[in-house]
C-alpha cells in the first residue's frame, strides 16, 4: 500500500518546527512519507552573519530538522523579503508540488503578522491547485499529476493576524506525545535564539513554541498541548468531506466548536 505524502510549506526555516512540526511527527508515526520546504533562504536571519553565511546556516540547520522529523528537505526558491506573488516563483514551486505529488499539503496561514508567511501560503496554494492543469508549464517541466490533494493552514505565529485578532483553528492536533521531539527539531535552528532574542524580544526561543502549543491546548479544552489548523475549501483540491488529518490520526484530532 502507498504511503500518504504530506508536504509542509513555508516561509522560513523554523518556520514549519514552531506552527507545524507535532502534527508532521504525528503524521510520521501514523506511516506518512514527509515532505518540507522553506520557500525563502533565511539570508535575512541574522544581525551578525551576512547574507550568504546565514543563508548557508539556516540551511544546514534546516537540515539537522528536517532529520529529526524524517523528512524530506527541498531547498529554497527564494531570499527572505522577495518571496513575491510572482508567475515565476509560481512555476518553480509548482514543479516541486507536483514531483512530491502530497495527497495532504500543510501550508502557513493567510493571516499572519508577516508578508512572507502570508504570500507563502498563496503560493502554496495555487501550486497545489494547478498540480494537474497540463497548460501551466512549470520550471522546470513536469509533467501534471492526479489525485486529491487537502490542504490545511496552520495558525500564524503568536496566534494573531497583523491586525491583533485572533485566529481561531477548524480543528486540533494532540502533539502532547511528540513534544520533545518537536522541541529537539526547533533547537536545530541554533542562530535563530540569537536573532530573535536581539530582533523580536524572544528570550526563550523554544519556551516560547511549547507556551504557544499550550495556549492551543487550552483552547482545544481536551489536549495540554496542541497544534490548530483551518481546512481550505475542498473546491479544486479534494472531495467536500476529506479531511486525512482525522482519517490518519483518529483520536488525536478533535474538531472546533461552533
Not at 170 to 179: E, R, T
Amino acid at each position: 500500500m502507498t504511503k500518504p505524502v504530506v508536504f509542509a510549506v513555508a516561509a522560513h526555516p523554523d518556520d514549519v518546527e514552531f506552527m507545524m512540526a507535532g502534527t508532521l511527527l504525528r503524521l510520521r508515526d501514523a506511516g506518512c512519507e514527509l515532505h518540507v520546504m522553506n520557500v525563502g533562504s533565511g539570508n535575512c536571519g541574522s544581525q551578525t552573519m551576512d547574507g550568504p553565511t546565514a543563508a548557508a546556516t539556516r540551511l544546514e540547520e534546516a537540515r539537522d530538522a528536517a532529520r529529526v522529523l524524517g523528512a524530506t528537505l527541498h531547498p529554497p526558491l527564494a531570499h527572505d523579503l522577495e518571496i513575491t506573488y510572482s508567475v515565476d516563483l509560481l512555476r518553480r514551486l509548482a514543479a516541486v508540488m507536483r514531483e512530491v505529488n502530497p495527497s495532504i499539503v500543510l501550508a502557513q496561514c493567510p493571516l499572519d503578522y508577516m508578508e512572507d508567511h502570508m504570500i507563502t501560503a498563496r503560493l502554496a496554494v495555487t501550486a497545489a491547485f494547478s498540480r494537474g492543469m497540463p497548460n501551466f508549464i512549470t520550471d522546470p517541466p513536469t509533467p501534471p499529476v492526479a489525485g486529491s490533494a487537502a490542504v490545511y493552514h496552520a495558525l500564524p505565529y503568536g496566534l494573531c493576524d497583523g491586525l491583533r485578532n485572533r485566529v481561531r483553528p477548524h480543528c486540533y492536533v494532540d502533539i502532547s506525545p511528540v513534544l520533545d521531539r518537536k522541541r529537539t527539531a526547533l533547537a536545530c535552528h541554533r542562530s535563530q535564539r540569537e536573532w530573535l532574542d536581539a530582533s523580536q524580544g524572544l528570550d526563550s526561543y523554544v519556551t516560547a513554541m511549547a507556551d504557544m502549543a499550550r495556549e492551543v491546548g487550552q483552547w482545544s479544552g481536551r489536549f495540554q498541548h496542541a497544534e490548530g489548523w483551518i481546512r481550505h475549501s475542498h473546491l479544486g483540491f479534494c472531495g467536500p468531506e476529506d479531511h486525512p488529518l482525522r482519517d490518519l490520526l483518529g483520536d488525536a484530532v478533535m474538531e472546533a466548536e461552533g
